[in-house]
């Protein structure tokens, strides 16, 4: 009797050593599975059974990959931009123990690259005239699965696109929302509008005169500006036409080049200024 009796504690032992070892069953990995370069997401591994521990981990190249707790059923993870691939293959192994289960979960994860623009085109002239801005990617990824959405209306000739023809009735900041795959972004343009319309008469008052020094005066090869300010400036010819647009800025010297012979103005939102070049 008393050897029976050991022989089932036995096996009580035995079975209980078994199923404390028994792998866990993994079912899946729940989480967004197109993400933005540098966000962190959330991940979720889905088990089953005795768990005591996870291992998070991707298939090749996985450098920049930040996994927020490599060890947990919940984790956050931040993908840089892949330069070559556009894909990581996730995985995710349970543990109970030191017993892995049979299989992992994997999951296939799209990240795409955060858009950004550049902005061209002048952006000053005169009242009641337009000018064509371009907004050129500044990104890895194929400028045509980038889309364009420009606010406010006013003054545009279209409001998708890169390129939009603005002609606003007065100075506005238009904003671009940029969308690439699940990813936004904005940029923004200022566009300064100038009262010109009195730009050729031989006479300037006070106040036009004011607040940028131009030398020398006449000039031959170059003038120099300088504006006691930060401004956007346009320099027009004769008959009102924007020849160069430029930033200035406060204290600083800017060399103008390369203008033929003949009177120009300067304009600031504020000023102007009347520039001859000669021979």
């Not at 032992?13 to 962190?40: D, E, K, L």
């Amino acid at each position: 009797m008393k050897i029976i009796f050991t022989f089932f504690l036995s096996v009580l032992f035995c079975v209980g050593i078994s199923f404390a070892q028994f792998p866990p069953t993994m079912n899946g990995i729940s989480g967004p599975s197109g993400v933005c370069s540098s966000a962190a997401e959330t991940f979720t591994a889905n088990a089953t059974g005795t768990i005591t521990s996870y291992s998070w981990s991707f298939a090749g190249p996985a450098s920049g990959v930040v996994i927020g707790s490599p060890n947990s059923s919940v984790t956050t993870i931040s993908f840089p931009f892949p330069y070559v691939n556009t894909t990581y293959t996730l995985h995710c192994v349970a543990y109970n123990g030191s017993i892995p289960s049979v299989t992992s979960a994997s999951m296939i994860i799209t990240v795409y690259e955060t858009p950004n623009v550049s902005f061209s085109g002048a952006t000053s002239f005169c009242q009641g005239s337009s000018t064509n801005l371009s907004a050129s990617p500044t990104i890895l990824s194929s400028s045509s699965t980038l889309s364009y959405n420009w606010s406010p209306s006013t003054g545009l000739n279209t409001t998708t696109g890169p390129n939009v023809v603005a002609s606003p009735p007065a100075t506005t900041n238009y904003t671009v929302l940029l969308t690439l795959g699940n990813c936004t972004n904005t940029a923004m343009v200022t566009v300064n509008v100038m009262n010109c319309g009195t730009v050729g008469l031989p006479e300037l008052n006070n106040s036009e005169i004011g607040g940028i020094s131009v030398f020398p005066n006449p000039g031959s090869e170059f003038v120099v500006l300088k504006s006691q300010k930060d401004v956007l400036a346009v320099i027009l010819d004769q008959i009102g036409k924007e020849v160069r647009s430029l930033k200035l800025v406060a204290g600083e010297e800017t060399r103008i080049n390369g203008l033929n012979p003949g009177v120009y103005f300067v304009l600031t939102p504020e000023t102007r200024k009347k520039v001859i070049i000669t021979k």
